[in-house]
């Protein structure tokens, strides 16, 4: 059978853009289930209240809280050595046997399994280093697990820095190091950026990691130091889905909106902070 | 064809006077083979740069001009495949052993092809490399940065826009602002690598003017495709073909009565 090429094209047209709606669909239907039926637990006293009756009442702080504490943990231990790894792999190092076999890793540690990541962050930071379960160890285990989402995301921004930036600096008397800091760094930040607020909203959602590591099953304080076990936003959705009996469905999806707007959020800061930097691109 | 500047035989007894007793030669290229993996970019070259003359480096593409220049202030040691042999003396001093690279930058400087502005204000590019040595006095800076917007033609043009971002200037005064953030760093030689490729008859005109000028206070090599630039501003001339520098002398006698016969023939557009 052969059509002709106006019809072909239309046809073609059609078939593309149904597949296209068949990836976004799926998604839309997630957002709009949990909107409905999270929407109505909202209030002021679900976000800031501790859980009450076993969870089955109440609000959810201190896994709100939680989850800010680790995410800001697994920041603060990921971004810095994630940038200065990018920065010695982009700028420094030469193409050797074992630069080669670092930046393999790099692309391998990408593909792990979270749970993995959870595993280890057991054996190595609660039980090796005695942290305990602890905010320290679900911290240093989620900074783990992103770090190659932070050091592919800044080389990928440093390398996009024109060379001729770097030759010019260089030319002017400046240092390497001083090169690196002031002509390449500043036009690579956005791209940074991008990467470290793609690995918050990893962080902030991912369940298996923290499993061992950190998360209490219910916990109604905050935590009062980085040695504290502590709720978290993922986890303590997995609870109230499945470990406790008779929650009510408005506060499982309650928490699974707040949890959502949160990766959302992030999501949205990358986005503008791209959109702002690249307006602005000069060359 | 070409009249001879009127300081000419000025430079003849100064480039005499050099030959025998070094006198004078600011920079003095020895036995210099190099090579990009393999890829031989220079032949043995042998070659003095006279304290503020203009030397244009003429030659074909792929004659080894643009690795003489970036020879000069070691910006091939940024490219891993780059080997090369002999010396290059700086002030008597070589510049291979004995200068720390980033303070030889700040005595060579260089203007590249394409004006290459920071994406940063005027200002901030003029003053890039004082800030790197720690130079943060405001009104240090500002009073360096007027000479040397001045020196380079510019500062007319710039004096109301020093907070505008660079990128945002025409090519020609960018190219005019890459000169006067060398200049800022009190260099002794200023390297152009084809400073007026990408430029209107106009600035090519306006930077022209500038070396000109220049040369009473620093010592200049010109690469240029331009054997009408090249004839126009050098005080000497050198013309290279295929990494050999064949034929090096006064800019009215290579372009009237080259010695050798490939020199003849590049000028007067026979190849190349």
């Not at chain 1, 630069?99 to 979270?114: E, K």
């Not at chain 1, 930071?125 to 992103?146: C, N, Y």
């Not at chain 2, 003849?12 to 070094?22: I, V």
Request: charged residues 15%; proline residues 5%.
């Amino acid at each position: 059978m052969k059509f002709p090429p106006p019809l072909a094209q239309k046809i073609a047209f059609f078939v593309l853009f149904v597949m296209t709606l068949f990836v976004v669909l799926p998604v839309l239907f997630v957002m709009f289930l949990i909107v409905k039926n999270g929407i109505g637990a909202i209030s002021w006293e679900f976000l800031t209240a501790m859980p009450k009756q076993g969870m089955r009442a109440g609000g959810i702080l201190p896994a709100i809280v939680g989850t800010f504490y680790l995410v800001a943990g697994a920041i603060l231990f990921a971004l810095p050595l994630g940038l200065f790894a990018a920065i010695y792999l982009s700028e420094y190092s030469q193409d050797t046997w074992l630069n080669r076999a670092i930046r393999l890793a790099i692309i391998n540690i990408a593909g792990v399994p979270s749970v993995v990541f959870g595993l280890f962050g057991f054996a190595l930071f609660v039980s090796f280093f005695k942290f305990g379960a602890s905010i320290l160890s679900g911290s240093l285990t989620l900074g783990i697990m992103i770090l190659p989402v932070i050091i592919t995301s800044s080389r990928e921004a440093i390398d996009a820095v024109p060379g001729a930036f770097r030759e010019v600096s260089l030319s002017l008397g400046a240092t390497k190091l001083q090169t690196i800091r002031h002509a390449v760094l500043p036009h690579a930040l956005p791209g940074i950026l991008t990467g470290t607020i793609l690995g918050i909203g990893r962080a902030a959602g991912e369940t298996a990691p923290i499993l061992f590591t950190v998360a209490a099953f219910y916990l109604p304080r905050l935590p009062q130091s980085i040695f504290d076990q502590a709720m978290a936003l993922p986890y303590h959705l997995y609870v109230l889905s499945t470990q406790v009996p008779n929650v009510d469905v408005k506060i499982r999806y309650g928490t699974a909106f707040v949890l959502l707007v949160i990766v959302l959020l992030m999501n949205l800061i990358a986005i503008t902070i791209r959109s702002h930097f690249r307006s602005k691109k000069k060359w | 064809m070409v009249t001879p500047s009127p300081d000419c035989n000025d430079l003849k007894d100064r480039f005499a006077s050099a030959n025998q007793s070094g006198d004078g030669v600011k920079i003095e290229i020895q036995n210099l083979t190099a090579s990009f993996s393999n890829h031989g970019a220079l032949d043995n070259v042998n070659l003095s740069i006279v304290s503020n003359e203009i030397l244009s480096v003429i030659g074909p593409a792929n004659s080894g001009k643009t690795t003489l220049l970036r020879t000069l202030n070691r910006l091939n040691d940024l490219t891993q495949s780059f080997q090369m042999t002999g010396r290059v003396l700086l002030d008597g001093r070589d510049i291979y052993k004995e200068y720390d690279p980033v303070i030889l930058r700040r005595k060579v400087g260089v203007i590249f092809a394409l004006p290459m502005p920071l994406p940063m204000t005027v200002f901030e590019n003029i003053v890039y490399g004082l800030r790197r040595q720690g130079v943060n006095d405001r009104k240090k800076l500002s009073r360096i940065a007027e000479k040397a917007l001045t020196d380079a033609y510019l500062w007319d043009e710039v004096k109301d826009r020093l907070e505008e971002e660079a990128p945002k200037l025409s090519g020609g005064q960018q190219q005019r602002l890459c000169i006067a953030r060398t200049l800022a760093l009190n260099p002794d030689v200023i390297l152009f690598d084809e400073p007026c490729s990408g430029l209107d008859p106009i600035s090519t005109a306006k930077i022209e003017e500038a070396m000109m000028k220049l040369k009473s206070q620093y010592t200049i090599v010109l690469v240029t495709n331009n054997t009408k630039q090249a004839a126009r501003v050098g005080d000497r001339t050198a013309f290279f073909l295929m990494g050999k520098l064949i034929e090096v002398g006064e800019t009215a006698k290579l372009f009237t009565a080259p010695t050798d016969s490939r020199t003849e023939g590049y000028i007067s557009g026979r190849f190349g």
